[in-house]
DNA sequence: GTCTATAGGATGATAGAC
DNA sequence: GTCTATCATCCTATAGAC
């Protein structure tokens, strides 16, 4: 089937795996449709349980939405300390990052759950926590990775406009002219391996 | 009231003037909640009209989105024009159309329509809408302004970075340090005069 | 730990009057 | 050109059994 996160979903797990697994199905789901536009019983189903459950162990969609949040942004973070941490002198420290990103592609909407937040500025509850969220990031890479303020607003913006072709599913759907295809090559350097492969088309509905 | 567009709502107006006053409702309101996160009824009352009413003129809240977006891309070219057709040697291009994209701020919701729209690539109908509408941006930089392709990804990165400040209405709340407001500043040019005052504040629900 | 059944509240759209 | 009234659908959340 289409969930992307089910696995076996007859079995009788601990809360806390459950968690997890709908925790993944949640940041893919509102990824693709965001915050209002995915229901509970999306991620009921792609996690493999019933929708009452959802809310049952996440107490509401908004809270729901908050832990997929924060649990997108601690993923993120963790794989831009790895990619620090990970002393190659090869690669230079803003390249192994910028990797580190692009490779996180694979878990499916944790981009777009963060880009979806951050247009979610008026909400009264998710707005603040989306900018706590941006504050982290903005601060990892001022205190952490050691740049200065307009190196990191250059790579912030690159960041945002790889999340924007990636929620603009631009990779097999590009209109009427070649244009598009050259955007989309000339944002992912083509040292990067498989992106193609691991980029969310416009068919697919997670 | 707090209704952003209203002119007179007990008039009787043409249905032409009528489609652009709830046109510029429903980019407020569909900037600020997204695409299902708005309702019909809020922008009816934005545009102080009648729920039925706004379908009734435009058929189904999915054809009104396409709509807002429609103006709202129309009118970005249309101020890129005119800011790259002054001729003003004084600046160069790129500051010119920088400072056109700020100015633009004036109307509200516009570029938050546009990335809610990015971010629906999967939605059937406004998928392929919101990318025709990204990739005709992308060819004005290209064959109008006369960026090279590295200049013109660059220049929507950054456009893409302040549409996600604007979004997380960042202005007047940030969190717990100094950090945000250093980025919120690093990424308005301190010779822009008056974005402060113009930029939306998270009390503003559009 | 997990489900079925269902209440209750929006919300998009239609009918029809003025 | 514009409104009021209303239907039908969808969706979150609760109740309660197993």
């Not at 878990?107 to 009264?124: D, E, I, K, N």
């Not at 990892?140 to 406009?161: I, N, P, Q, S, V």
């Amino acid at each position: 089937m289409s969930s992307p996160v089910t696995a076996d979903p007859g079995r009788r797990l601990s809360s806390e795996e459950r968690r997890e697994q709908i925790l993944r199905a949640a940041i893919a789901v509102f990824g693709a449709r965001g915050y209002v536009g995915a229901t509970t019983d999306d991620v009921a189903k792609a996690a493999g349980v019933s929708q009452p459950y959802v809310v049952r162990l996440f107490g509401s969609k908004e809270s729901l939405f908050l832990a997929a949040l924060g649990d997108a942004t601690d993923e993120l973070l963790r794989t831009f300390r790895e990619a620090l941490a990970s002393d190659d002198a090869e690669v230079p420290i803003d390249k192994r990052i910028a990797t580190a990103y692009v490779d996180l592609l694979r878990v499916r909407g944790l981009h777009q759950t963060m880009s979806h937040a951050y247009l979610l500025g008026s909400h009264p509850v998710i707005g603040p926590a989306a900018r706590r969220g941006f504050a982290q990031v903005w601060r990892f890479f001022r205190d952490e990775a050691g740049f200065d303020a307009d190196k990191a607003r250059a790579f912030l913006a690159e960041g945002m406009l790889i999340n924007t072709m990636i929620g603009l599913r631009l990779v097999d759907d590009y209109g009427d002219d070649e244009s598009v295809t050259e955007m989309f090559r000339s944002c992912f350097p083509s040292t990067l391996p498989d992106v193609l492969t691991i980029v969310p088309r416009s068919d697919d509905p997670w």
